[in-house]
């Protein structure tokens, strides 16, 4: 059974980075791309980026100049680094695996306040 | 990027209804669907992927069809733990999309 355990700073300051990590307890870790999604009341739910054990990334056009995702495979850990946040950076963000999404992590509510 | 349409956003029904939920999509993504259920504060829960494969422990009241731009996701009789907001979303090609979801509200 795997399961997902994400875990970040959940309150930000305009301009600061927000950095999340998203452990993989269970299952094969070499098999998939590892994803991060958001879900906002105003745009509902976002895809992220992923990447796999090598390293290989794709990310969504709209954040790609200020995302950066990183994996740790000794560790079976992924994480997410966005830059430069604002208000519409506000959202639950979750992890999960492969590209039909499963499982998820818990979710992390990130709040950019100043 | 590949914009997922849902209908209704809303949706009353009582227990025992057939209800169906239509997924469009802008552009075809042969059978790369997945179908999710969230609850409040919870995640979404993959229900059925590929279109119509029914994952693991899904009740056999819910069921999926369609290919190329249109979709359906059909539970053939409600229940209680059924009412819920569902999301469709394709993975056909990045950037991964999903729908604006469908709350499925009790009569």
């Known amino acids: 059974q795997v399961q997902l355990q994400q875990w970040g700073a959940g309150l930000l300051k305009p301009s600061e980075t927000l950095s999340l990590t998203c452990a993989v307890y269970?299952?094969?870790?070499?098999?998939?791309?590892w994803t991060w999604i958001r879900q906002s009341p105003g745009k509902g739910l976002e895809w992220i980026g992923e990447?796999?054990?090598?390293?290989?990334?794709n990310y969504n056009p709209s954040l790609k100049s200020r995302l950066t995702i990183s994996v740790d495979t000794s560790k079976t850990q992924f994480s997410l680094k966005l830059t430069s946040v604002t208000a519409a950076d506000t959202a639950v963000y979750y992890c999960?695996?492969?590209?039909?999404?499963?499982?998820w992590g818990q979710g992390t509510l990130v709040v950019v306040s100043s | 990027d590949n914009q997922m349409t849902q209908s209704p956003s809303t949706l009353s029904a009582s227990i025992g209804d057939r209800v169906t939920i239509t997924c469009r999509a802008s552009?075809?993504?042969?059978?790369?669907l997945a179908w999710y259920q969230q609850k409040p504060g919870k995640a979404p829960k993959l229900l059925i992927s590929k279109a119509s494969n029914l994952e693991s422990g899904v009740p056999s009241r819910f069921s999926g069809s369609g290919s190329g731009t249109e979709f359906t996701l059909t539970i053939s009789s409600l229940q209680p733990d059924d009412f819920a907001t569902y999301y469709c979303?394709?993975?056909?090609?990045?950037?991964?999309?999903f729908g604006q979801g469908t709350k499925l509200e009790i009569k």
């Open positions: 990447i796999n054990q090598s390293g290989n990334t």
């Open positions: 552009q075809s993504i042969s059978t790369w």
């Open positions: 999960a695996r492969g590209r039909r999404f499963d499982p």
């Open positions: 269970g299952g094969s870790f070499s098999t998939y791309y």
């Open positions: 979303q394709q993975y056909n090609s990045g950037p991964y999309t």
